[in-house]
């Protein structure tokens, strides 16, 4: 069976370093991507209003169990970001974060390291708000060498999950 991962990151800003990050998963066998889109039907969709850009989220977001969440610069203060990492969260699918500044963007860049801070995703029994960071690993894409880890981490992720 093949693995759907659903890539959350911050479109206009990242795309090329995502790209990396995707293009690597789904070179190897049984793995599909999902999350993606070109600029046309991003700018189609957002024009249609708040209502349309969670029903294409919610939509490209069925099938997938895991969400990996790609962290740029400004990743984490991002709306749809924001809405991606709690409704994963709320269905249950596992999760991991990946910082990705330091990908080469195309011009031979690398970029400031952003935060996996994303605002409360839940509430405990007793109140108190859940945060991402606080139940998802993080990890370094060209620190803990990405290319060759991140099937093992979305399948870590999966498995916490129970999918």
Do not use: C
């Not at 759907?4 to 991507?33: G, M």
């Not at 060759?148 to 981490?153: I, T």
Request: proline share 1%; aromatic share 14%; charged share 25%.
């Amino acid at each position: 069976m093949a693995r759907r991962v659903f890539f959350s990151f911050h479109y206009e800003r990242d795309i090329w370093r995502a790209s990396v990050v995707r293009n690597s998963w789904v070179t190897k066998t049984d793995r599909e991507a999902a999350g993606f889109w070109d600029a046309a039907d991003w700018e189609k969709v957002k024009k249609r209003g708040d209502r349309a850009v969670k029903e294409w989220i919610d939509a490209q977001m069925a099938g997938t169990s895991v969400t990996a969440v790609l962290i740029g610069a400004q990743t984490s203060g991002r709306r749809w970001v924001r809405y991606e990492v709690k409704r994963s969260h709320e269905q249950g699918k596992g999760m991991l974060a990946l910082y990705i500044h330091g990908i080469d963007d195309r011009h031979g860049s690398s970029d400031d390291q952003g935060s996996n801070q994303f605002g409360p995703i839940a509430v405990d029994a007793s109140g108190q708000d859940v945060y991402f960071w606080q139940l998802y690993p993080t990890y370094d894409w060209v620190v803990d060498d990405g290319y060759s880890n991140f099937g093992h981490w979305v399948e870590q992720a999966a498995a916490r999950a129970g999918r």
